[in-house]
């Protein structure tokens, strides 16, 4: 097999993966932001989550697998990761909305104790939007370094 049918080959199969991972970010997304509003709304009912470094472990694997893709020449990536940056800023904006709303009600537990769901949100939402900026980096580099690859 030629080195040109290996990339094309490589890249059809890292596709195939990039999807499955897309998939798997997403359902861990939607799990942790459901547990996340979940202990919002209960007042410290429910303990915290806890899964935030396996969730950004699993979002930093699949943007910089995606990352790959594109810097082994797919033509075209979809955007699909931004949705998970939308899905974040939009949470963690309706939380504090609805906290001011309320009057610092949740922001604190049944029992009177402060609550740190608010700020363990915000900084979930920070680290999705720092991945989110290492990976558009990563594009412009790519972009920058294709004349110094490129044949001439």
């Not at 963690?92 to 949100?121: A, C, H, Q, W």
């Amino acid at each position: 097999m030629s080195a040109k049918n290996q990339v094309k080959h490589l890249r059809k199969v890292e596709a195939g993966i990039s999807r499955h991972l897309y998939l798997i970010c997403g359902i861990v997304t939607v799990v942790v932001m459901t547990m996340t509003l979940i202990e919002f709304l209960s007042r410290g009912l429910f303990s915290p989550t806890r899964m935030t470094l396996f969730y950004l472990g699993v979002l930093l694997i699949y943007s910089l697998h995606k990352e790959l893709i594109r810097w082994l020449g797919k033509r075209r990536t979809e955007r699909q990761g931004e949705y998970f940056v939308y899905g974040w800023i939009s949470l963690t904006t309706l939380l504090y909305i609805i906290n001011f709303m309320s009057k610092d009600y949740f922001s604190y537990s049944v029992t009177g104790v402060p609550t740190t769901i608010l700020r363990e949100v915000s900084i979930i939402t920070l680290e999705v939007l720092a991945i989110f900026i290492l990976t558009r980096c990563l594009k412009i580099l790519k972009i920058l370094l294709a004349p110094l690859f490129s044949r001439k």
